[in-house]
Nanobody, 123 residues
Framework: QVQLVESGGGLVQSGGSLRLSCGAS????????LSWFRQVSGKEREFVAR???????LYADSVKGRFTISWDSAKETSSLQMNNLRPEDAGLYFC?????????????????WGQGTQVTVDS
């Protein structure tokens, strides 16, 4: 089992910056990748960014050039640096981790979600 805790959300003016963090805890898991999603009430959860073990990042077109995702394997923490925020970036931000876990001698891929952290952008 892996537990994820997000932090860093808050209220920011349009054009401002926030840095979100997602800390993973648990034992016996091997990291595959971690993704950030966001959701606005009444809408589908939307992919924002993903980071792989290599450090390579993948971004939604809407955030390219403004957001930077990272993964610190020693701290088992992901950061999402969000710059030049826009009102449309507001929402509840979730992290999701994909890991390998060995159960009864068999490796299985599992994913886990955090509870979310709220980002509000004031225009």
């Amino acid at each position: 089992q892996v537990q994820l805790v997000e932090s860093g959300g808050g209220l920011v003016q349009s054009g401002g910056s926030l840095r979100l963090s997602c800390g993973a805890s648990g034992s016996g898991f091997r990291f595959i990748f971690l993704s950030w999603f966001r959701q606005v009430s009444g809408k589908e959860r939307e992919f924002v960014a993903r980071v792989y073990n290599s450090g390579e990042g993948l971004y939604a077109d809407s955030v390219k050039g403004r957001f930077t995702i990272s993964w610190d394997s020693a701290k088992e923490t992901s950061s999402l640096q969000m710059n030049n925020l826009r009102p449309e970036d507001a929402g509840l931000y979730f992290c999701n981790i994909q890991v390998w876990e060995n159960t009864d001698g068999v490796d299985r891929s599992n994913d886990y979600w955090g509870q979310g952290t709220q980002v509000t952008v004031d225009s």
